[in-house]
């Protein structure tokens, strides 16, 4: 299947992808850039080497500022939210409250059992000490990251919860993410993007505490300090460019299937982008809508670079060829543009947000559903999920043994533990045998 120059990389029936074109439809992750790896390395070793001192060093070098202070007074996050745009303020406001609200419903229980008389075990989630949250700055400016990150924390009860965002000339984050972390109910807010950033909130230095967990999207840099810190500290899903499955059929308008691509792709040149749609004359409606809308987008070179990349209109004479594809792709959005959206999530196992219906725009779950827009990519949904308030939890395990059932337990445990040859476990069980 030949590529199309500066429109879609791939056009045709599903079933006549050759077995590479699948594979680089599939196989999104790819290999991390080596000069990337070993240039986080050493800015991760500095930061645990000089701490603060590499921080302030890091910010004249690569945000072009001096700062006399790496932490950004409360002060300055209240006087950016009252300084911004009423309407923005509105939607984000509103966008919180959905967000605590979807996520309220995801609180865990403890739970206890009795495997065998006088034999209990239970497991009680506990919140997080301290979480950190970071958020782009830049070209890329999230203020909704802020709160899809903060506010579950939040609800969730962790601690602490800090924001990392890199400084502007005026050596402070984008207003819109000051904004955004108070609105949330951020505690704390450092001028740090980065490698830097992550190793700070990895390890800790005089100004930034350690964190437990640290969450939020970021450029390849970002995305690779994260990946390099675990062990010191725990990560959501490794995360990579922007995607989106469409599966359509004859009920939905190809304009808005059109649209709904255009938005992932403005998002980066290597977003993957692809539809499936139920029939050839389909699949050609929806190919032509996303050429005549690419030529106006606003972020067009984005676009046609996303397209010419990873982006594919296939088509399937079958809905039943369709899930074994999606199952493979596991892609960070799936829309169902189809006419019974809801049965069709039943044939769903990996993805990361399942949009019903054309009118359920991703772009609604990016900003206001309250549903968390953090999600798998590169076909991680197949043993990740989106953030949730689990992660801001962990368990504490329990167990408790009666005086009966330990003198129950003692001869089997013995026996297993001297299989092992592991004998001081068998004399410590056999030792309550009597007792």
């Given at each position: 299947m030949a590529p199309l120059p500066s429109f879609l990389r791939f056009q045709g029936p599903l079933a006549r992808l050759s077995p590479e074109d699948r594979r680089w439809l599939l196989l999104r992750g790819g290999a991390v850039d080596s000069r990337i790896a070993a240039?986080?390395?050493e800015l991760i070793a500095s930061v645990q080497l000089?701490?603060?001192s590499a921080l302030f060093e890091m910010a004249r070098r690569f945000d072009g500022v001096s700062l006399s202070s790496l932490e950004v007074p409360r002060a300055r996050c209240e006087e950016a939210l009252a300084a911004l745009e009423p309407s923005l303020v509105r939607a984000l406001t509103r966008a919180v409250r959905n967000i605590a609200r979807a996520h309220e419903v995801q609180r865990p229980r403890a739970v206890e059992v009795e495997t065998e008389p006088g034999v209990?075990?239970?497991r009680r989630p506990d919140p997080l000490g301290r979480v950190g949250v970071y958020a782009p700055g830049g070209?890329?400016?999230?203020?909704?990251?802020v709160l899809m990150g903060v506010v579950p924390a939040k609800v969730a009860g962790v601690g602490e919860v800090i924001v990392c965002s890199p400084p502007g000339r005026d050596g402070l984050p984008h207003a819109s993410v000051l904004a955004a972390a108070v609105l949330a109910g951020a505690d704390r807010v450092f001028a740090l993007g980065g490698a830097g950033a992550v190793a700070a909130m990895a390890y800790g230095t005089r100004s930034v505490p350690r964190v437990d967990r640290i969450v939020g999207p970021g450029?390849?840099?970002?995305?690779?300090?994260k990946?390099?810190?675990?062990?010191?500290v725990a990560i959501e899903a490794p995360a990579g460019p922007s995607e989106i499955l469409v599966v359509a059929d004859a009920t939905a308008s190809p304009e808005a299937v059109a649209r709904e691509v255009l938005a992932q792709a403005e998002h980066d040149p290597d977003a993957a982008c692809v539809v499936v749609a139920l029939g050839d004359a389909v699949a050609e409606a929806i190919a032509a809508q996303v050429r005549a809308l690419s030529v106006s987008a606003k972020r067009r070179e984005i676009v046609d670079a996303a397209l010419g990349s990873r982006g594919a209109v296939l088509s399937v004479a079958s809905l039943e060829e369709v899930w074994p594809f999606v199952a493979d792709f596991a892609p960070e959005h799936l829309l169902l543009a189809t006419a019974e959206p809801a049965a069709d999530l039943e044939r769903v196992r990996n993805a990361g947000t399942v949009f019903l219906g054309e009118r359920s725009s991703v772009a609604y779950g990016d900003y206001m559903t309250g549903s968390n827009h953090v999600l798998p990519t590169a076909g991680l949904a197949r043993a990740y999920s989106g953030l949730n308030l689990l992660d801001f939890y962990r368990w504490?395990?329990?167990?408790?043994?009666?005086r009966a059932a330990s003198a129950a337990l003692a001869d089997d445990v013995g026996v297993l533990a001297d299989s092992e040859g592991l004998f001081a476990h068998a004399e410590a069980a056999r030792a309550w045998r009597g007792a």
């Open positions: 240039r986080v390395r000089d701490g603060d209990l075990v239970g070209r890329a400016v999230y203020p909704s990251s450029n390849a840099y970002v995305a690779e300090a990946l390099q810190v675990v062990g010191a504490t395990t329990f167990q408790r043994v009666e």
